[in-house]
T-cell receptor, first 114, second 111 residues
Framework: DVKVTQSSRYLVKRTGEKVFLECVQD?????MFWYRQDPGLGLRLIYF???????EKGDIPEGYSVSREKKERFSLILESASTNQTSMYLC?????????????FGPGTRLTVL | DAKTTQPPSMDCAEGRAANLPCNHS???????VYWYRQIHSQGPQYIIH???NNETNEMASLIITEDRKSSTLILPHATLRDTAVYYC????????????FGTGTRLTVIP
């Protein structure tokens, strides 16, 4: 089975802190994604990556950056956390374009910024 | 990608079929219909997808109307574990691979 793991289920940080959210997948997928989920807004794409060291902005990239140094790992970075970044963060992976893009999701990280 | 419209919530009795509708009147010829669900406190899970033919797998059936402007996800024998938010997504199969999740339908299976 495809497994997507995220470094933490729950995280509490203070305003201004630098936050790293890690995601690892074990199925050699080319594509990886970071979403945030907020009540009433569904899932919104922050960034995605289709290859090592490649990244593309999603719908709401402001305040975030990403890193993909290895194929299996995709990190989301909050350079200076703010209270409006309190949310559920979901990582996903999928095979490359050209096949139907079933995405496999991790369990999510619930981040609270105080 | 085409937008979708789903009812915000539905109830279904345990053991009965759950029929979840989705409207996608602006769908293009090369866009697929995908269904995902999200059980509380978990990440979304893929269920099924289709282009124009009806599809069935071990989880569900997908019925797409002939004009492709709407579809129905059918859970044939709903169980309490099927209580979740169900998302209908329409997009092309190639190119950028992000999925647009709307707010979905919250299905509650009642004992």
């Amino acid at each position: 089975d495809v497994k997507v793991t995220q470094s933490s289920r729950y995280l509490v940080k203070r305003t201004g802190e630098k936050v790293f959210l890690e995601c690892v997948q074990d199925m050699d997928h080319e594509n990886m994604f970071w979403y945030r989920q907020d009540p009433g807004l569904g899932l919104r794409l922050i960034y995605f990556s289709y290859d090592v060291k490649m990244k593309e902005k999603g719908d709401i990239p402001e305040g975030y950056s990403v890193s993909r140094e290895k194929k299996e790992r995709f990190s989301l970075i909050l350079e200076s956390a703010s209270t409006n970044q309190t949310s559920m963060y979901l990582c996903a992976s999928s095979l490359a374009a050209g096949v139907y893009n079933e995405q496999f999701f991790g369990p999510g990280t619930r981040l609270t910024v105080l | 990608d085409a937008k979708t419209t789903q009812p915000p919530s539905m109830d279904c009795a345990e053991g009965r079929a759950a029929n979840l509708p989705c409207n996608h009147s602006t769908i293009s010829g090369n866009e697929y219909v995908y269904w995902y669900r999200q059980i509380h406190s978990q990440g979304p899970q893929y269920i099924i997808h289709g282009l124009k033919n009806n599809e069935t797998n071990e989880m569900a059936s997908l019925i797409i109307t002939e004009d492709r402007k709407s579809s129905t996800l059918i859970l044939p024998h709903a169980t309490l574990r099927d209580t979740a938010v169900y998302y209908c997504i329409v997009r092309v199969a190639t190119g950028a691979n992000n999925l647009f999740f709307g707010t979905g339908t919250r299905l509650t299976v009642i004992p």
